[in-house]
T-cell receptor
Framework: GQNIDQPTEMTATEGAIVQINCTYQ??????LFWYQQHAGEAPTFLSY????GLEEKGRFSSFLSRSKGYSYLLLKELQMKDSASYLC???????????FGKGTTLSVSS | EPEVTQTPSHQVTQMGQEVILRCVPI?????FYWYRQILGQKVEFLVS????????KSEIFDDQFSVERPDGSNFTLKIRSTKLEDSAMYFC???????????FGQGTRLTVV
């Protein structure tokens, strides 16, 4: 089976840095993905990690430790528009579909 | 920028009726997926499709569901005899290879009354 855990909610202020954690237990591992989803909209792809370490993409970075079954998404210089759900998704075996966690709802206030 | 398009954006149907949700994946993509998201819940995998056949399906994808690629551009999800609990947002997604990110369409909100 597969299990993906994320905090349900987080809050932060504009300009701050926030780290959203994700832990997973899967049969096989072929990549971890982060998506952003605004209310009522589709998930949009943010980042992808398949090897250990940090991937940086502008204000967003994602980290992976395969031995710990752990990832985080780091958002810097937060803006109001970053208020959304952040979804952690894992591909277990190569060629299989992404399985999503429940998502973390981030609220950014001024 | 290429995108996945879905129609209709919103569908209301009576319980027991059949519905067909339509998707046009990104044109050079070969791997197609349907997901659903019940209001307030997580995105759930339904089925993946490659080379004109189902490559993987979840336990949600039972006999009331079917998928088809009727021509070179469309990818459809059919739900026979809809139930109240089928009310959800249905997302189509596609990817260029089996191990890269999937790109999602804007979804069809299905309401069964």
């Amino acid at each position: 089976g597969q299990n993906i855990d994320q905090p349900t909610e987080m809050t932060a202020t504009e300009g701050a840095i926030v780290q959203i954690n994700c832990t997973y237990q899967t049969s096989g591992f072929n990549g971890l993905f982060w998506y952003q989803q605004h209310a009522g909209e589709a998930p949009t792809f943010l980042s992808y990690n398949v090897l250990d370490g940090l991937e940086e993409k502008g204000r967003f970075s994602s980290f992976l430790s395969r031995s710990k079954g752990y990832s985080y998404l780091l958002l810097k210089e937060l803006q109001m528009k970053d208020s959304a759900s952040y979804l952690c998704a894992v591909r277990g075996r190569a060629g299989t579909a992404l399985i999503f966690g429940k998502g973390t709802t981030l609220s950014v206030s001024s | 920028e290429p995108e996945v398009t879905q129609t209709p954006s919103h569908q209301v149907t009576q319980m027991g009726q059949e519905v067909i949700l339509r998707c046009v994946p990104i044109s050079n993509h070969l791997y197609f997926y349907w997901y659903r998201q019940i209001l307030g819940q997580k995105v759930e995998f339904l089925v993946s499709f490659y080379n004109n056949e189902i490559s993987e399906k979840s336990e949600i994808f039972d006999d009331q569901f079917s998928v088809e690629r009727p021509d070179g551009s469309n990818f459809t999800l059919k739900i026979r005899s809809t139930k109240l609990e089928d009310s959800a947002m249905y997302f189509c997604a596609s990817s260029g290879t089996p191990n890269t990110e999937a790109f999602f369409g804007q979804g069809t909100r299905l309401t069964v009354v």
